[in-house]
T-cell receptor, first 116, second 113 residues
Framework: GAVVSQHPSRVICKSGTSVKIECRSLDFQATTMFWYRQFPKQSLMLMAT?????????EQGVEKDKFLINHASLTLSTLTVTSAHPEDSSFYIC????????????FGSGTRLTVV | GENVEQHPSTLSVQEGDSAVIKCTYSDSASNYFPWYKQELGKRPQLIIDIRSNVGEKKDQRIAVTLNKTAKHFSLHITETQPEDSAVYFCAASNERGYQKVTFGIGTKLQVIP
């Protein structure tokens, strides 16, 4: 149980365009979703925390106008990379706290974004 | 905020030997410490976790120890196998995970057949 489905798994886009990444909780309600970015051979860096029905909380140094997060329902959170540039190329992954009685987190399968 | 340090960054062991990865954390309020295994291009997979009310937990070849006083915790893998080769991340968070989790930098483990 506690499955998060993330789409797309891979996307290639042109510089200046926007890309939307979706994370859906399939068998539980995810009131909180964490969005991470992982550059090659590096750790997962938290970008923002979204909570259903409220504004996302962004980590220091993350541009909220560039990385738009929407968490309009208990089963869907989206990350939109706006006006993408090659330096935004990375592995983006979402994660939600597992519901009671479990501990820990469940991760989406990740999205490999390449901006050309 | 929380700061998690992890070492070593790379570790090579012979098949059958043991591997130990160590992490320290800074926030005494953290009370949940999961370990993740991540293969290239895939999502992190939880392999073991420990809560602050216990000092050690074991699951077959994998064990984790926690020293709350010193704020450090370690992953022990015994009888390593080639399929254990991956990147391992430690993390620290609150018990239910509704506050953000902080990951260590990762350890690339290579098990040499």
């Amino acid at each position: 149980g506690a499955v998060v489905s993330q789409h797309p798994s891979r996307v290639i886009c042109k510089s200046g365009t926007s890309v939307k990444i979706e994370c859906r909780s399939l068998d539980f309600q995810a009131t909180t979703m964490f969005w991470y970015r992982q550059f090659p051979k590096q750790s997962l860096m938290l970008m923002a925390t979204s909570n259903e029905g409220s504004k996302a909380t962004y980590e220091q140094g993350v541009e909220k106008d560039k990385f738009l997060i929407n968490h309009a329902s208990l089963t869907l959170s989206t990350l939109t990379v706006t006006s993408a540039h090659p330096e935004d190329s990375s592995f983006y992954i979402c994660s939600a706290p597992r519901p009671n009685p479990y501990y820990g987190y469940t991760f989406g399968s990740g999205t490999r974004l390449t901006v050309v | 905020g929380e700061n998690v340090e992890q070492h070593p960054s790379t570790l090579s062991v012979q098949e059958g030997d043991s591997a130990v990865i160590k992490c320290t954390y800074s926030d005494s309020a953290s009370n949940y410490f999961p370990w993740y295994k991540q293969e290239l291009g895939k999502r992190p997979q939880l392999i073991i976790d420990i809560r602050s009310n216990v000092g050690e937990k074991k699951d077959q070849r994998i064990a984790v120890t926690l020293n709350k006083t010193a704020k450090h915790f370690s992953l022990h893998i015994t009888e390593t196998q080639p399929e254990d080769s991956a990147v391992y991340f430690c993390a620290a968070s609150n018990e239910r995970g509704y506050q953000k989790v902080t990951f260590g930098i990762g350890t690339k483990l290579q098990v040499i057949p």
